[in-house]
């Protein structure tokens, strides 16, 4: 059974949002009647997207956790030694990074228990 299709937050707060959902809906429908054209075009829509955040998940949970590992090198580094300017400057750049992602995946969270709590108190 699929799942029904929603929009996420997060999608919109991705930079490369815009380009995939560009090129999902130019991509030529497989009908000429338009009822059939729409909802083929809105299908393949869902398709793209959907493929697109699994991928981009996986991208992000490994770029939190590569940024993760940074930060911690450079935490250890700082115990042993100082850290120069360059790494003081790298250190609180790949804190924000951090930050940013964090959020987002908060925002993946917060939307999708929200959803749940709303689909429970439906059900009951």
Do not use: C
């Not at 707060?13 to 909802?39: C, D, E, M, V, Y």
Request: charged share 25%; no cysteine.
């Amino acid at each position: 059974m699929l799942r029904p299709f929603h929009m996420e937050l997060w999608w919109l707060k991705n930079s490369t949002f815009n380009s995939i959902l560009q090129s999902a809906w130019l991509h030529p429908p497989n009908s000429s009647l338009a009822g059939a054209r729409w909802s083929s075009q809105w299908r393949l829509l869902q398709k793209f997207i959907s493929q697109w955040a699994t991928l981009q998940r996986r991208a992000d949970s490994l770029n939190r956790r590569t940024l993760e590992s940074q930060i911690e090198t450079l935490y250890s580094k700082a115990e042993s030694s100082s850290l120069d300017d360059h790494e003081l400057l790298m250190l609180r750049s790949l804190k924000l990074e951090l930050d940013s992602a964090l959020e987002i995946e908060d925002a993946i969270w917060r939307q999708r228990a929200k959803t749940r709590w709303i689909k429970d108190e439906v059900l009951t």
